[in-house]
């Protein structure tokens, strides 16, 4: 057991500022040049077994949950998510299929997301959520290296935002056959919020040796 967990709450200083409409051009492209040069040097580690990764994560939720290390005893279970999604639930966790999942939708008038994939409302049911968009999810390359941890109801394949420009950087494809997903339970909630359970996430995975091909995702 880890004794002191804040230390994967920090941002890492090394992190490039986030732009904004006001950044600079110069600016905007040295936190890209900086975040390609850390993808491809994250593309050159060899990556660790998705179960591996699966395994971090769910001893991280357990230390949140001030539990027991490593996975429980608790029986795996099936959660039909729809006729071609059969998610399976193992401890915190879920694995499921990646590639049906349909983008949320955001109302400029309303500031608000008044569409998004039924799956996450069966997800919240389950887990007995607060919002359908209390997750962190992740997912993969074709070389099996963890692409990003992410956080909210967002789960997607795209190449045209970060994480997606990234992976073609190097020489990489998504993998959409399947998603790791972890609900962040009401208890889980408690003491951190969904952005900083999701850096320490990512952070945890880094301290145990997994590479991140979008390495700074989670700080933001």
């Known amino acids: 057991m880890i004794g002191n967990i804040e230390i994967f709450f920090a941002e890492n200083p090394n992190t490039p500022t986030r732009t904004t409409k006001n950044t600079s051009y110069v600016e905007r ?14 593309s050159k580690i060899p990556p660790k077994p998705y179960s591996q990764v699966f395994v971090y994560t769910n001893e991280f939720f357990n230390i949140l949950l001030n539990a027991s ?18 998610a399976l639930i193992l401890d915190n966790g879920i694995i499921a299929q990646g590639s049906s999942w349909e983008s949320p939708r955001w109302n400029k008038e309303k500031n608000m997301y008044d569409y998004w994939d ?8 389950k887990f007995n959520l607060k919002y359908p968009n209390d997750i962190i999810w992740m997912k993969f390359t074709n070389k099996h290296h963890l692409g990003v941890v992410a956080k909210s109801f967002d789960i997607n394949f795209n190449t045209d935002n970060t994480s997606g420009k990234l992976v073609e950087k190097v020489d990489e494809k998504w993998d959409n056959s399947f998603i790791f997903i972890f609900p962040l339970t009401k208890d889980i909630l408690k003491k951190y919020n969904k952005d900083e359970i999701e ?18 995702s989670h700080n933001y």
């Open 29 to 42: 492209k040295s936190n890209w040049e900086k975040r390609v040069s850390k993808a491809i040097e994250q």
């Open 118 to 125: 039924h799956k996450y409302d069966l997800i919240k049911e």
């Open 69 to 86: 290390d490593g996975l429980n005893n608790n029986s795996p279970c099936v959660l039909k998510l729809d006729e071609n999604n059969q």
């Open 199 to 216: 850096r320490a996430v990512g952070n945890y995975l880094i301290s145990k040796g997994v590479p991140i091909i979008d390495y700074y």
